[in-house]
């Protein structure tokens, strides 16, 4: 990973720089404002021009030491909508290629079955949300309370039967089982995102969708 640059981390800065361009000119610091503006706008086209892949309409890490971009399929395609790098037109490509990623829980972290708990078949609260809400910033309402109702009644299901929120779900079973072949292999319990991004997917759903999804669990029961 070391020779890539992520599409995550620089998602996360262009939205920092734009972050810190706003408040330097809430606090009058104009000349600061214009240099955290000239930042994100240089950052933003170095994404477009390294991490796009128009012809498969999404986007990927860039390989800085092969100068190349990575084939990797990840929900991190999807960052770049939540921080506002991309365009329309790339976003409606990402959106178009959604189902590579899309399982009965929600949104998968990739294609690949690598025995890694950040690859598929796992879904993680802290992807899922900037995911959703890149989804929502570009208009793609239905899609984001398709994929945010999957996410919700997994979560809801697994608590009903045995009582805990987890760290991360298998998005294609819609349980928590860890099958986990590298790295740590507990699914922990608790937990701070899942219990976060869990209230921030409800308030966002319509109330039609709030009520059928506690229908079902109680229905469940």
């Known amino acids: 990973t070391h020779h890539f640059a992520p599409m995550c981390l620089n998602s996360l800065l262009y939205k920092t720089e734009t972050d810190l361009e706003k408040m330097a000119r809430i606090l009058g ?7 955290w503006k000239a930042k994100a706008q240089l950052r ?19 390989n800085f030491e092969k100068k190349e971009r990575s084939s990797y399929v990840y929900i991190t395609t999807l960052f770049p909508l939540w921080a ?5 037109e790339q976003a409606r490509k990402v959106v178009a290629n959604l189902a590579k990623l899309e399982q009965p829980g929600g949104l998968a972290m990739s294609t690949q079955e690598t025995g890694v708990q950040w690859d598929y078949p796992w879904g993680w609260a802290p992807t899922q949300l900037p995911a959703i809400e890149g989804l929502r910033r570009y208009g793609f309402n239905d899609d984001a309370n ?15 039967r045995d009582g805990y929120i987890r760290e991360k779900y298998n998005v294609v079973t819609r349980s928590s089982e860890a099958n ?17 991004v869990f209230l921030e997917f409800l308030h966002a759903l ?3 969708m709030v009520d059928q999804l506690a229908k079902e669990q109680l229905s469940a029961k």
């Not at 610091?29 to 240099?35: K, L, N």
């Not at 506002?84 to 329309?88: E, K, L, M, R, S």
């Not at 986990?180 to 899942?194: E, K, L, M, R």
């Open 29 to 35: 610091h104009v000349a600061e404002a214009e240099a």
């Open 44 to 62: 933003r086209q170095l994404v477009i021009r390294y991490m796009w892949d128009d012809e498969k309409g999404m986007f990927f890490d860039y």
């Open 84 to 88: 506002g790098v991309a365009t329309d």
């Open 146 to 160: 398709r994929l945010s109702y999957k996410f919700l009644s997994t979560v809801a299901e697994n608590f009903r």
């Open 180 to 196: 986990i072949t590298a790295g740590y292999q507990a699914n922990v319990i608790g937990f701070g995102w899942t219990n976060g």
């Open 206 to 208: 319509p109330e039609k």
